[in-house]
């Protein structure tokens, strides 16, 4: 799946921004974006499963919680990619 695919979903672009923030719990994103977008857990767990799968969150266990990252790098590829798209 190319970024642009990726990241024209809102729902996977709204778990990007939350992540911008810093490490949070599955739970966390969970409970904003279900709060917002109206949709189920196993549905969030899908969108961050489709972002870990594709390199822009990452995911690391602490006891029972999974706590979950954007990764700079990929985001800066998708950025360079874009900047080149835009003939800057």
Known sequence: M???DLLGDPVRRRLLELLA???RSAGALGAVVRAE???TQPAVSQQLRVLREAG???VR???TTRLYAADPDRLREADEWLRRVRGG
């Open 21 to 23: 923030g810093g490490e």
């Open 56 to 58: 822009f969150v990452r």
């Open 37 to 39: 977008f109206g949709i």
């Open 61 to 63: 266990p602490s006891g």
């Open 2 to 4: 190319h970024a642009l």
